[in-house]
């Protein structure tokens, strides 16, 4: 599985320079706020690495189990049990990080509306700090869907296993049912996955364009 390095964001560091509208209320910076809304992405870049490790090291237990069960005298119980503790692992990382990416939802509408009473700005780059957010809710749409399909590869997993689990006579038809279903749902995530990663490329590029904008204005 690939891992999320790539949608770990990039945090710019900018001089937090506070400015008064002519009503005197406080104004900061198109980027700046952009960027204090998307400081939690990067604890929850840190929820998807922890995740990517646990995601590797049930791969190879995936692949061990696999084939210690070609071996009718082989006991894979122990892995098993340790599949099913990696799995309620990954559920709780993976709800971290869905947590986190709302918590972070929820506040972008207030951020529109601050950058759009913003009186110091130039238009073009309050557009651009538009488009980051427009980019932001685009790539938090499909890490919801990612969240949907890692659940149900997670319970593809689980199913999986149960049918392997203490059976003197295992039903392979079911078996290999379940081996093609769980196959079949890990490689429509690795297509989400691929899809959030490019999201996250485009609005690095986006954000980064706009830090730019702002240093040169």
Known sequence: MRTWKRSALVAVSLVLTVLASACGQPQEPAANQVNQLILSDQKMAQSLKELARHEQEDMELYTSILSKAKNKNS?????????????????????????????????TPAVRDSLERLSF?????????????????????????????????LDA?????????????????????????????????????????????????????????????
């Open 75 to 107: 006991d894979i119980e122990s892995l098993l049990d340790e599949a099913e503790n990696h799995i309620a692992e990954r559920r709780k990382l993976l709800t971290q990080a869905e947590t986190l990416m709302k918590q972070t939802q929820e506040q």
């Open 157 to 217: 997993d689980e199913q999986l296993y149960s049918l392997m689990r203490g059976s003197v006579e295992p039903n392979l038809v079911k078996i290999k049912r379940a081996i093609r279903e769980r196959n079949t749902q890990y490689a429509h995530l690795a297509e989400l996955r691929k899809q959030f990663n490019k999201q996250t490329q485009a609005f690095n590029g986006a954000n980064a364009k706009l830090v730019q904008m702002e240093q040169a204005s």
């Open 121 to 153: 700005e130039k238009e073009e780059t309050l557009a651009q700090a538009q488009t980051v957010l427009d980019q932001y809710e685009a790539r938090a749409q499909t890490f919801e869907d990612f969240v949907s399909s890692y659940q149900q590869s």
